[in-house]
Nanobody
């Protein structure tokens, strides 16, 4: 059973930065696509950014474009989300997700595409 372990959330002032990490534990597929989602109370989980197995393909939700950067280190089986220029409206629980894939380049953008989820890490941005 694969578990995703997230870290890096916290409290930061508006304009600040955080880096979230996500690493799987347990037996993983040989290739897997990953992504980040966020959720606030009373709302559906929202897409932030997906990442292909190769790490070469991604894009971003409009609300985070040019401020957040997703990346991965396949040797470490770790995915990162760099959050810069944070705004109070970025406050949410951030979840990483993963799924096995046969494609080096395909990205998945809906929560139902993913089989495995982290426990979530809280990001709080104060004004």
């Amino acid at each position: 059973q694969v578990q995703l372990v997230e870290s890096g959330g916290g409290l930061v002032q508006a304009g600040g930065s955080l880096r979230l990490s996500c690493a799987p534990s347990g037996r993983t597929a040989s290739s897997f696509a990953m992504g980040w989602f966020c959720q606030t109370p009373g709302k559906e989980r929202e897409f932030v950014a997906p990442l292909s197995w190769s790490g070469g393909n991604t894009y971003y939700a409009d609300s985070v474009k040019s401020r957040f950067t997703i990346s991965r280190d396949n040797a470490k089986k770790t995915m990162y989300l760099q959050l810069n220029s944070l705004k109070p409206e970025d406050t949410a629980v951030y979840y990483c997700a993963a799924r096995a894939t046969a494609s080096l380049s395909y990205t998945y953008t809906t929560s139902s595409d993913y089989n495995y989820w982290g426990q979530g890490t809280q990001v709080t941005v104060s004004s």
